[in-house]
């Protein structure tokens, strides 16, 4: 934490930020009433994005909403719903919200693509790859993922419940530099702003410390609608995937544009880039449940920064599912690098030694060219 004045922010976070989540929470989207979807503030946000966009920044959104645009059509009131009425609710809304979406960014000729994840898919479930290779085309076509929980499908052991930690999980799938929450407050305070009027605004979280968990933990009750605890379990995941996390007031019409002019947030500063992050984790993070023995040209070829391709591949030996971790030997034994394997052990001992264009034939499905892609893949 530091106490830097606001004239000496950091803002290079936010300014230079090329792979950029941004989560909107539910208050931010619906209007006072709660009847319906605040279609200006909609407007106004998707000329932030189509600017941010034009500067180079490839952009993800969470947007909360679909149980809030859900009610009304279903006629479920005010109060507390059941949980199968969310889920209900949900199913009723988030086709609302992504064609609100969708009408908002079309005048930009912006695409969106609508993509529904559950812990599962973010956590464990094959490594995540497919969730993350399915973001990263539609990035590089040009769309916004408008990402939420799907709610309708999930059960509460398997549920996010908050967006923020589900936008933290989507940051680290796709190595985001950048995770900004857009919520009712403009970032972390040492006490409650709306209560005590010694509140500090914390400009700079460089460790999330005992002292700065114990601030969100006490404003939690008395502000936000998320509250802040979910935010700085958000960071705390953000943090350690390298990716830097603002938390910023986005009620007003152009929040993000405001934070480019300096609007006070707080960020959350990590120490590591998201690329390295990665490779730590594949690194270290994981146990591998098998090896691949590849040939003396993979092994250069692995060397010189290239993908493993199946062509390369000598030798499968243990049990692993499509996005384990698995460790890559020489062919003298030796451990050379450490990947995800885009294949499961039975298919790659099948497709092993095959050029990458018969592995349709081989399998009867078209898999990925490479059996580890040098993204999952980190030498020793
Ligand atoms: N997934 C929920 C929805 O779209 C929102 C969860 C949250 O607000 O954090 O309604």
Redesign the pocket.
């Known amino acids: 934490m530091s106490n830097a004045t606001h004239a000496q922010r950091p803002i290079e976070g936010v300014e230079k930020g090329k792979r950029v989540v941004i989560k909107i929470?539910?208050a931010l989207l619906m209007n006072e009433a709660g009847t319906g979807l605040r279609q200006d503030w909609l407007d106004a946000i998707a000329c932030d994005l189509a600017a941010w966009r034009r500067e180079g920044r490839e952009i993800l959104l969470v947007s909360?909403?679909?149980?809030?645009v859900g009610r009304a059509p279903l006629g479920l009131g005010a109060g507390t719903l059941r949980l199968e009425e969310c889920q209900a609710a949900?199913a009723a809304?988030q086709i609302r919200l992504a064609h609100a979406w969708q009408e908002a960014l079309a005048p930009h000729a912006i695409a969106i693509a609508q993509v529904l994840l559950t812990l599962e898919d973010t956590e464990s479930r094959r490594r995540y790859l497919n969730a993350r290779t399915t973001l990263n085309t539609l990035l590089s076509l040009g769309a916004i993922p408008v990402i939420?929980?799907n709610?309708t499908v999930a059960t509460e052991e398997i549920r996010f419940g908050?967006?923020?930690r589900l936008a933290a999980r989507v940051a680290q799938m796709v190595s985001a530099d950048t995770l900004i929450l857009l919520s009712d407050i403009d970032g972390l305070y040492s006490a409650d702003p709306r209560r005590d009027a010694m509140a500090r605004h914390i400009e700079e979280v460089r460790d999330l410390t005992p002292e700065i968990e114990a601030m969100a933990g006490e404003a939690q009750l008395a502000y936000g609608t998320?509250g802040m605890v979910t935010k700085l379990q958000a960071a705390r995941i953000a943090m350690a995937a390298g990716c830097r996390m603002v938390i910023a007031d986005g009620r007003g019409a152009h929040p993000l544009e405001a934070l480019k002019a300096d609007a006070r947030c707080t960020s959350f500063l990590p120490s590591s880039e998201p690329k390295q992050a990665r490779k730590q984790w594949i690194a270290g993070g994981l146990s591998p449940c098998g090896h691949l023995v590849v040939d003396a040209g993979a092994v250069k070829a692995l060397k010189d920064g290239k993908s493993l391709l199946p062509a390369g591949v000598t030798e499968v030996a243990g049990t692993f599912a499509r996005g384990d971790a698995v460790i890559v030997k020489g062919p003298d034994g030796q451990e050379i690098a450490r990947g995800l394997s885009a294949y499961s052990s039975t298919d790659a001992a099948r497709i092993l030694g095959h050029k990458s264009r018969d592995i349709a034939a081989v399998l009867g499905y078209r898999g990925r060219d490479e059996m580890i892609h040098r993204d999952d893949l980190v030498l020793r």
Do not use: H
């Open positions: 929470g539910s909360s909403g679909a149980i809030a949900a809304g939420n929980e709610d908050d967006n923020d998320g």
